[in-house]
């Protein structure tokens, strides 16, 4: 089994990420579940504005479409600003539209039997809202998002530290992450044995 890590921190790297910090407890319950994980921080990319599965030379969103393609499970790992996910999350969203109408040799949606789950940070609140944004593209997309298939951590209202700042709030996040991806492992082995038809004509 196979799962991509989608970082869509503003932070290019090496800089250190406070989401790529907490989306290391999901990659480690999942590696200890045998999956192999891939992890992409897509501000390193250069991905072009719109909605197709590429958008022509230089381009590198082909890559990643690829590598989600080839992805049994998806995390998409984004940080909280004004209450919202980045505005690298919403444009992966966008590049992710074209899936809507890709479909498989079994005329399924290429986002069919794929599952998916969010991790956010954020010093102050609004984790909720863009796990629900982020939650309901990716159904709207095709994936399947298991109950609980997220984890989160805020330091709560008003400014103040970030996840990488303090140790407050990290053992909650860590369980619920253990338990989100305990669950997109198994949901996902659910669709493997009882895939999801095609929809019907």
Known sequence: MRALVLNCTLKPSPERSNTDALAD??????????????????????????????????????????????????VVATPTWVARPSSIAQRMLERMDAMISETDDDERPVAYNKVAGVVVTGNEDGA???????????????????????TYWNKG???????????????????TGRAMASNLVAVAKALTANPVPPPPS
């Not at 944004?133 to 095709?142: P, R």
Request: proline content about 7%; glycine content about 14%.
């Open 25 to 74: 407890v999901v990659v480690t319950a999942l590696e200890k579940e045998s999956v192999e994980v891939e992890r992409v921080r897509l501000a390193d990319l250069d991905i072009r504005p719109g909605v197709t599965s590429d958008e022509g030379d230089g381009d590198e969103w082909p890559r990643i479409h690829r590598q989600l393609l080839d992805s049994d499970i998806l």
């Open 128 to 150: 909720h809202h863009v796990i629900a944004e982020i939650s309901g593209g990716l159904g709207d997309i095709g994936y399947t998002v298991p109950g609980q298939a997220w």
């Open 157 to 175: 209202p008003g400014p103040g530290p970030s996840y990488n700042d303090t140790g407050e709030g990290h053992d909650w996040s860590a369980r």
